[in-house]
């Protein structure tokens, strides 16, 4: 490749910008963010990283659910040759923007991008950090949103890692509109017979209006869960110790 | 607090280092690794970071399968006053070293402690990354090792994650004397009907030596698995475009 092919030769970089605080950025995302020509991202997310970014930047934040057109967007800049990041909060790659993209891209643009994905540090690992250590054995990521996946799959799964005895960790727990599935994942779990099992509630892990919760699940609900919101399950053997919850290994002490 | 308790108050930091570059250690995380007194390890993960350590820096590398005899000494330390990191590859929380620190430390401890968890990017989302999309749906992430959870227990995991359809992330897979729980593992991921859904397997992602590899479940046992290797077996939507695999989310397009 020579260099005039080099200079015309546009990029599209998925970014996991982390929890939100710059703590907690990766060298590798903050530098694609400052070699960006445009960022695109949902609203809150590119607030979260704008004072980062250079004033030549062409910054376009879109609303909720519009993950599609961000998508399009992002791909066709950067096929007329541009320098795009396109973001989001925690990782890309976990039940977020990394999937769209990839679902819109034809094979046959997808090999003329020069496509790469910057991980990040998702809200199960930020909210596991600030609860202790609840992640250390088996565990399930759930999503309650029931706006793509049917209500009943949900259900079967929230069942399934109960049966199985995992950890379980909940995304987009409940909505104002959704209130439902979170109420039913209780139930769930004290069928269980895990009534008296430590539970996690993070919201804003690691920004300024951080709150951190811990709780059991015949509590769980009377405790505000909203979608800011991760709540981490533990298994039947998870224990709480001080402000920690803690699920054991197996190690001899 | 006066200025004399806090010079002598000791600090201990669990740090997760994250997949290995520099470019993927959050800011956090090698700040508080340039603040510490000790550093302590399995030797890999401090062989990893030891470049950027201050030379005053007492740096206490470890074997594998002293997970408690690292705590305690950490903790110990922390105990006499000291500034101590005690680190993990990828995020101490994901069966690693934040389990045994806080189970070795009593409450009383815990209290006098200074204690705090920063995360790191886990081989599962580093994986994914490198895979293209494959954690767009609800995922089990699962560990193979059997030294210390039951055989049985592992396989009725693996068997619900699959008729769950789970995407499913497997940590430690195999090693040299442990070679059978992969292969029980294709075996329930065929029987449920997935023998030609997408796998990805990465050792050493974002390291020097990264090997990537797209294949499928009933092809996986002939590539390399070994203890530095994360698999990721899509669920039953999940395809391939290019040398990437998706998760669809559902997504109109």
Redesign the interface.
């Known amino acids: 490749m020579n260099n005039s092919e080099i200079s015309e030769q546009g990029k599209l970089t998925i970014v996991?910008t982390?929890?939100g605080?710059?703590?907690?950025?990766?060298?590798?995302a903050k530098?694609a963010l400052l070699e960006a020509d445009s960022v695109i991202g949902y609203k809150t997310y590119v607030d979260l990283i704008r004072h980062i970014l250079p004033e030549s930047c062409d910054i376009q934040a879109y609303g909720m659910r519009q993950?599609?057109e961000r998508s399009r967007a992002a791909a066709a800049l950067a096929l007329e040759g541009k320098k795009v990041c396109i973001v989001s909060g925690g990782?890309a790659?976990?039940?977020?923007i990394?999937?769209?993209?990839?679902?819109?891209?034809s094979?046959e643009d997808?090999?003329k991008l020069n496509l790469s994905?910057?991980?990040?540090?998702?809200s199960a690992?930020?909210s596991?950090?600030?609860l202790?250590?609840?992640?250390?054995?088996?565990?399930?990521?759930?999503?309650l949103s029931d706006l793509?996946?049917p209500t009943e799959?949900?259900e079967?799964?929230l069942s399934?890692?109960a049966?199985?005895?995992?950890v379980v960790v909940l995304y987009n727990p409940a909505s104002k509109k959704r209130t439902e599935l979170i109420k039913k994942c209780a139930q769930i779990m004290i069928e269980a017979g895990r009534k008296d099992t430590p539970v996690g509630i993070v919201r804003h892990g690691f920004r300024a209006d951080q709150n951190v919760t811990v709780t059991t699940v015949s509590e769980m609900l009377n405790h505000d869960i909203d979608m800011n919101t991760t709540v981490v399950i533990g298994n039947s053997r998870t224990y709480r110790?001080?402000r920690?919850m803690?699920?054991?290994?197996?190690?001899?002490?």
């Open positions: 996991g982390g929890p605080t710059d703590q907690l950025l990766a060298p590798a530098q993950e599609v990782d790659g976990v039940f977020s990394a999937g769209p993209v990839l679902e819109v891209i094979e997808l090999e994905i910057i991980p990040g540090i998702t690992l930020s596991a950090a600030l202790g250590a609840p992640l250390i054995h088996d565990f399930a990521v759930i999503s793509l996946t799959l949900i079967k799964r399934l890692a049966e199985g005895d995992f110790k001080g920690f803690v699920t054991p290994r197996g190690y001899a002490l």
